[in-house]
C-alpha cells in the first residue's frame, strides 16, 4: 500500500492522559502532509504500563510517552538516542529496522519555540526553578544551545544538588548564594502550577530583558509568570509552544518531515 494512504496508529502514552492536547496537534499535522493516521490516548497506571505496551506497540507507528512513564518506558525498549539518554527520558517511540527506539524531544522542541519566538540560547545565563524530570528533559538541549550558566534552584536541595552533578559540567550548578543573577532567561519547571501557586522570585534576578518561561501552559504557567512580570520581566511565554515544538520533532522522527507550528491558542 502507498505510504500516503497507509493508516498510522500512533498514540500517547500516560497517566492521567484525558486532557492531552497531542490528537489535535498531530492530526493537524498530519493534515499538512495528507498522511492519514490515529492518534489514541492511553491511560495506563506504572503498574500497567508493561503489558499495555507490549500488547499495543507491535501494530502501531510508535507513540509519545507523558508523566510519569518517561523513565520507566526506558527498559521496555531496544535502544535509547543519546540525547534520551542523557535526559534518561524518553517522550517518542518509534520503530526502526524491526527494533524499538526512544528518543526525546521535549529539549529541542523547547529551543524549537524559543527560536521562534526570535530567542537565542548561546551566551545566556539560565536559572531553572525545579528539579524534576521536566529540568532533566531540557538541560541537554540548553548545554548544545550554548548557554554560559544554568543554576538549578529546588526546594529539595539534594535533589538540585544530584541533577547538577549528573551533568558534570562546569556550566550546570545549583543555585546557592553565590547565584549569577540577573539571569538572561528563568525557566519554570515546577508543578506548582497546577497548585495555583508560584515560586518566590527576586527582582534582583531580572534585568530589563530577561525573559520568563513556563513550560507548563495555560491556566497553570499564569502564577509565575504574572510574579515575574511584577519583578519587572517584560517578556514572559508559556509552553505551548514548547508542546508544539517537540510534537513536531516527534513527527518528523515518524514520518520524516517537519511540520509547520502554528499555535492556535
Ligand atoms: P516532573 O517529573 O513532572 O518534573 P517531579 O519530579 O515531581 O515532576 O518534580 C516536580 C518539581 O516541582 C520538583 O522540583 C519539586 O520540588 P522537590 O524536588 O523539592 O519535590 C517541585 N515542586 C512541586 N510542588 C512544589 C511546591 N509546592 N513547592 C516547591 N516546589 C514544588
Redesign the pocket.
Known amino acids: 500500500m502507498a505510504e500516503s494512504l497507509k493508516q498510522h496508529q500512533l498514540g500517547l502514552f500516560g497517566h492521567p492522559v484525558k486532557h492531552s492536547q497531542s490528537p489535535q496537534i498531530h492530526q493537524g499535522f498530519a493534515a499538512q502532509f495528507g498522511i492519514d493516521l490515529t492518534y489514541v490516548l492511553i491511560d495506563a497506571s506504572p503498574a500497567e504500563l508493561p503489558s499495555q505496551f507490549k500488547v499495543w506497540i507491535p501494530t502501531a507507528h510508535g507513540c509519545n510517552v507523558t508523566?510519569p512513564h518517561k523513565t520507566h518506558i526506558m527498559p521496555l525498549l531496544d535502544h535509547h538516542t543519546e540525547r534520551a539518554h542523557q535526559c534518561q527520558a524518553v517522550n517518542t517511540v518509534f520503530w526502526r529496522d524491526g527494533e524499538l527506539w526512544g528518543d526525546n524531544t521535549d529539549g529541542d522542541g523547547l529551543v524549537l519555540d524559543l527560536q521562534a519566538k526570535g530567542i537565542h540560547l548561546s551566551g545566556m545565563k539560565v536559572l531553572i526553578i525545579?528539579?524534576?524530570?521536566?529540568?532533566q528533559g531540557i538541560i541537554p538541549s540548553l548545554l548544545e544551545q550554548g548557554v554560559t550558566d544554568i543554576e538549578i534552584q529546588?526546594?529539595?536541595h539534594d535533589?538540585a544538588n544530584q541533577l547538577a552533578a549528573q551533568f558534570n559540567y562546569d556550566r550546570v550548578a545549583t543555585a546557592g548564594p553565590k547565584m549569577h543573577s540577573p539571569y538572561d532567561l528563568i525557566i519554570h519547571?515546577?508543578?506548582?502550577g497546577h497548585?495555583g501557586?508560584s515560586?518566590e522570585l527576586k527582582e534582583h534576578w531580572f534585568h530589563p530583558n530577561t525573559i520568563a518561561y513556563d513550560l507548563s501552559y495555560g491556566n497553570a504557567a499564569q502564577p509565575f509568570l504574572a510574579t515575574a512580570q511584577a519583578c519587572g520581566a517584560q517578556q514572559v511565554h508559556d509552553g505551548l509552544g514548547m508542546l508544539y515544538g517537540q510534537a513536531a520533532l516527534a513527527f518528523e522522527i515518524w514520518f520524516g518531515q517537519r511540520p509547520a507550528v502554528i499555535l492556535t491558542q
Open positions: 508523566v525545579g528539579a524534576g524530570g521536566a529540568t529546588n526546594r529539595s535533589k519547571a515546577t508543578s506548582m497548585q501557586l515560586p
